[in-house]
């Protein structure tokens, strides 16, 4: 049987793409192997997520893995140029703004919330700056009000203002006295914001922009709080369910606001974060601030023994430390990081919520196999 010249090509062409594959797990060291294997393995675990998508960025050059798919009715795995919820990693992104007005001296650590914004409730006035952003202030988390479970339940897409997300707790007290101890709270990062929107006479949005995303070139990167779908190409957020539950356009990000409202993708989250932790958007003074340490855990946990700084936390695995947050959102579970100068980074996404017990070990312990790609230990 004779075979036409130009199908032989189609199937050479073909042959070859499916190569590609193996040539690109060729090309990655041993220890970027091991990353690799772990997204895998999470994404076939029972509960695990349809897809996971990691970056490492060590030397200039970034490599980005992934397994499994960013929409379960495509065969398309996540990339690191796809648009995401980045959750709580949003916290960092508000840290890197009131420390940029500290630089400035529109605002000190030290400064109070009853300073700053009297108008609210009597009880939390004497809260500081400082506590706001290593979550020792003893605010109550308004993720568990009433008023949010309210929200979720009857008009989840709805917009939701800032001020009523602090109505919903403004009726109650402090949960500790201001900087006895550590309670991760999202209400902190809300006051935070609307401080620095009061010093700057600007909104949080144009901070972000002309503090964040412009000096560190984020261009896929940006702060919607009326606008719900994800710009594309996006990674699709699931509920763990059987068949997986598309929730990405389940909730208006205005309810998280600047605790978690922040949308990214793969590669400009892990720009922002060597940027970050480097310390781009302030001074020496304010770096150091940030590095001032308490015990304490992101949400959730990442990698090895968590420490709480300033809109910053430190991991320190067993091959070595770095510096970074995680974030939780119906949908998205993440973790960005970096090295000490800045030079170096991680991040890992998953497309459903933060995992619980055997399941988030093992994300865990991926995390960790990326801190050892990075460190190469």
Known sequence: MTVPKARISLVLAAAALLLLPSLADAALTAREKAVERGLRGLVAAPGGPPGAVATLHRGGRTTVLSAGRSDVERRRRPRGTDHMRIASVAKAFSGAVVLSLVQDRRLRLGDTIGGRLPNLPTAWHPVTIRQLL???????????????????????????????????????????????????????????????????????????????????????????????????PFIHGYLPTEPPDDVTELLSPSGAWASGGIVSTPLDLARFMRAYVRGKFF?????????????????????????????????????????????????????????????????????????TGALLARLRSVQARAVCALLRK
């Open 134 to 232: 290593n979550h020792t202030s003893g605010l109550p988390d308004y993720t568990t009000s009433t008023g949010f479970v309210d929200q979720l339940g009857t008009d989840p897409q709805g917009f939701v203002h800032p001020s009523t997300i602090l109505d919903w707790v403004s009726t109650e007290g402090l949960v500790f006295p201001p900087g006895s101890r550590y309670e991760y709270s999202n209400t902190d990062n809300i006051v935070a914001a609307l401080i620095a929107e009061g010093v700057s006479n600007d909104t949080y949005g144009d901070l972000l922009r002309t503090l964040v995303f412009r000096p560190a070139r984020l261009t896929e990167t940006s702060f919607p709080t009326e606008r719900i779908a994800l710009p594309r």
């Open 283 to 355: 001074g020496a003074a304010q770096r150091r601030a940030q590095r001032d340490f308490v015990a304490g855990s992101s949400s959730p946990p990442g990698p090895g023994t968590n420490s709480a700084g300033l809109a910053l936390f430190r991991y320190k695995s067993r091959c070595g430390t770095v510096y970074g947050h995680t974030g939780n959102f119906p949908g998205y579970v993440q973790w960005a990081a970096a090295t000490a100068d800045g030079r170096r980074s991680a991040t890992t996404t998953l497309n459903i919520p933060a995992p």
